[in-house]
């Protein structure tokens, strides 16, 4: 890990399947690149609750989207 400054994700900007996409069983969010790696971490994307809801809308179908 980098001391780097790097910008966050900008929904508004840039396109999320650039700096994202989602684990196999599609619960955590996986930066792709400094950008989006940095976004995972300033933002905590893959906080537990996240990821035990996330698990709970792959049960239902619902989850990742396409």
Do not use: D, Y
């Amino acid at each position: 890990m980098s001391k780097a400054s790097v910008p966050l994700f900008n929904p508004r900007q840039n396109q999320w399947s650039e700096h994202f996409t989602w684990s196999k069983n599609g619960t955590e969010i996986i930066g792709l690149t400094p950008c989006g790696r940095a976004t995972v971490l300033a933002l905590n994307l893959n906080n537990p609750i996240a990821v035990t809801v996330r698990k709970q809308w792959v049960s239902a179908g619902w989850h990742p989207p396409k």
